[in-house]
């Protein structure tokens, strides 16, 4: 097949115009064209009454050879690669041993998916509870202030991503196309089909947890194991080689294969393994607010007459502001037609980040809008010193938001004036268990409030209306990604422990839920490879 790319229709196209549109690319007849698949489909809204959409199409066609020789010099032809999914490894039959993975968030459900369907039966851990007990205690917090501090919306089967927009695309290079197998498994635990050609593809809270039940019963189909509330609380490493890991109810489980999949905010967990002698490394993180919108503005803003249009959906947006401190503050995991929602996973302190349902449609669009922070300027000294910054500052949030669990906010107008606000204006807020209106200077960095000063009248210049008076600020967001890196080697292993698998966004080597999954995917085929004798390369 030919794969080709950049082929651009109007938004309102008839269905003929695209294979017509191949038909004079490649200079062929119709009937030479035998068959056309999208493989992604992205638009060009640069301009807004003229927004086109723009197709990557896989073809085949009569005479193929002499059609790609032809066109041998057109960089926006080619041949199709290979985008099937070989697995490295197989389980010899008698094998005794059973890798373990360590969560159960993107990154651990794939590299657990992965192990089972080539036969190696892992046995996952997770600390928190199955998806629907789950729920219900996230609910908790959302409707009843009480947090579960073991299941949240941290914690608990499906990971950090479960109760979010949903969005799966990423910039990470991808040259095996391994972000194709995990679309494809979504798709089988019933993701809608779009995912697998949309640019931006998103699946939306209530789906995703249909999806990790069904990926479950996959895995435990092939001989894994699941083991909710099996909080990994100690590690057992000899002589620079992982032994076992011994569970928070004291029971131990022997292995030599361990995948660390734990998420940015298993904060107890890194202490563990710093304790046991594991390389870590802090790392740049981010932290700012939360920003609500009504979604028809940034529509407005984005799509202009297109507003609205059934194949665009509610728009998003990507800003950035290098502010005059030397600090960047850029947009984060935006949510069109979305809510703010709490996400500690500790008592006593606040949290936000964002979500949606498929639909996206909330009245808000909400995204973070945060600034960049470095071990060296932010929090000097010590391989976890991070955490410690996370903490004071989640703690500071919790305060100003009365003690409660209710988030502290203020208006744009308010913020920028530098004075507290006392009530909302006409955006509400979406925060669940609710807001407590006051001056966010109380609890952000300094430079943060300096920098997000100057940003959002900056961003109002790409998008008219970013900074008006009434959008809602929630602060705050902390959890952008991990403060720590547990570094590993070209082998995927910890570089001081052998056979400790750091991976996903805890360790630093993913942001996102798809990232996350392309990681788990190429640490399960590392411990496939180790447990029979062959060797990965990263
Ligand atoms: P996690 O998903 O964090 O999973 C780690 C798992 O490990 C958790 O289930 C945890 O309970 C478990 N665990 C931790 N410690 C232990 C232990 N000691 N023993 C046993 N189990 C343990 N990303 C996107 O790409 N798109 C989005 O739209 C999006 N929206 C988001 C919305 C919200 C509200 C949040 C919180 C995150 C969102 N993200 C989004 C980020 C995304 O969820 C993460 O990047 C992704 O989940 C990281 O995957 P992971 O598997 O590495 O870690």
């Known amino acids: 097949m030919l794969r080709l790319t950049e082929i651009k229709l109007p938004l309102d196209h008839a269905a003929e115009e695209l294979p017509a549109a191949i038909c004079q690319r ?13 493989y992604r489909r992205g638009y060009d809204a640069r301009r807004r009454s003229r927004i086109l959409l723009v197709y990557t199409v896989d073809v085949s066609v009569a005479n193929e050879a002499a059609v790609a020789k032809r066109l041998a010099g057109d960089r926006h032809v080619g041949p199709t690669p290979d985008m099937a999914y070989t697995f490295v490894a197989q389980a010899p039959g008698g094998l005794q041993e059973r890798p373990v993975v360590i969560g159960m968030g993107p990154c651990g459900l794939f590299a657990g998916l992965i192990l089972a369907q080539m036969g190696f039966k892992p046995i996952i851990l997770e600390r928190g509870k199955a998806v629907r007990e789950r729920t219900k205690d996230t609910w908790g917090l959302w409707r009843q202030s009480k947090l579960n501090p073991e299941s949240n919306v941290q914690f608990g089967e499906g990971g950090a991503g479960t109760f979010s927009d949903g969005k799966l695309h990423t910039q990470i290079k991808d040259p095996k196309f391994h972000g194709r197998k995990v679309l494809t498994e979504f798709v089988k635990a019933g993701a809608p089909e779009e ?27 092939l001989g894994g194991e699941v083991r909710f509330q099996s909080r990994v609380a100690d590690f057992d490493i000899a002589d620079g080689q992982v032994r076992g890991v011994i569970l928070a109810d004291g029971s131990r489980i022997e292995t030599r294969h361990v995948v660390l999949a734990v998420g940015h905010s298993a904060r107890d967990t890194f202490k563990a393994i710093y304790d046991r002698g594991v390389y870590v490394e802090a790392k740049p993180f981010s932290v700012g607010v939360r920003i609500e919108h009504p979604q028809s503005l940034i529509d407005t803003a984005r799509l202009g007459p297109n507003a609205g249009h059934p194949i665009l959906g509610a728009a998003d947006y990507k800003l950035v502001h290098h502010a005059s401190n030397g600090r960047a503050a850029y947009s984060f995991c935006m949510c069109p037609g979305g809510t703010v929602v709490a996400a500690t996973s500790e008592e006593n302190r606040v949290v936000t980040n964002g979500m949606s ?3 996206r449609n909330e009245r808000n669009a909400n995204s973070g ?9 932010d929090y000097p000294g010590h391989p976890l010193a991070g955490i410690d910054f996370q903490r004071y500052w989640e703690s500071r949030a919790f305060e100003a938001g009365g003690g409660t669990y ?69 602060a705050i967001e902390t959890r952008t990604s ?13 570089i001081n422990t052998r056979g400790l698998y750091p991976a996903g966004e805890g360790a630093g080597y993913a942001g996102g839920i798809l990232s996350a999954g392309v990681d788990g995917i190429k640490v399960a085929e590392a411990v496939a490879l180790d447990m029979t004798g062959g060797t990965a390369s990263g």
């Not at 490649?26 to 999208?38: N, P, R």
């Not at 593809?201 to 189909?221: S, W, Y």
Request: aromatic share 8%.
């Open 26 to 38: 490649l200079g062929i007849k119709a009937k030479d064209l035998l068959e056309v698949s999208i």
């Open 195 to 221: 995912i697998l050609y949309v640019s931006k593809p998103h699946i939306g809270t209530f789906r995703l947890v249909g999806m990790v039940e069904e990926m479950r019963g996959n895995i435990e189909a």
């Open 357 to 359: 349902q498929y639909s």
């Open 369 to 377: 809008i945060v600034v960049s922070i470095s071990p060296e300027k």
């Open 406 to 474: 209710a988030a502290p906010a203020q208006r744009v107008g308010d913020f920028l004036a530098g004075r507290p606000s006392t009530a909302c204006g006409s955006v509400e807020p979406s925060y669940k268990p609710g807001v407590h209106w006051t001056d966010l200077s109380q609890c952000l960095p300094d430079f943060v409030v300096e920098a997000l000063r100057e940003a959002l009248p900056a961003f109002a210049k790409q998008i008219k209306g970013f900074a008006m008076d009434d959008a809602v600020m929630t």
């Open 482 to 494: 991990s403060p720590i890196r547990i570094k590993r080697g070209d082998d995927f292993q910890s």
